[in-house]
């Protein structure tokens, strides 16, 4: 799994975009995810464009 940082997050929708460590933006949807909170660092696999599997570094 990559890992990398939630780079924005919008409540109102649910969704958000990853920044991964090559600097690649990928969209997510916040029910894939526990945590919500900008520039925490994530898990994630990818999904065509997508990252999906979202779980916060502990």
Do not use: C, H, W
Not at 5 to 10: D, E, G, Q, R, S
Not at 27 to 48: N, W
Request: no cysteine; hydrophobic share 40%.
């Amino acid at each position: 799994m990559p890992l990398g940082t939630i780079a924005v997050y919008n409540n109102a929708d649910g969704v958000g975009v990853i920044a991964d460590e090559d600097g690649e933006r990928r969209p997510f949807s916040g029910m894939e995810t526990q945590t919500t909170r900008e520039g925490e660092r994530v898990l994630f696999d990818v999904v065509g464009e997508k990252a999906t599997n979202v779980v916060a570094v502990r």
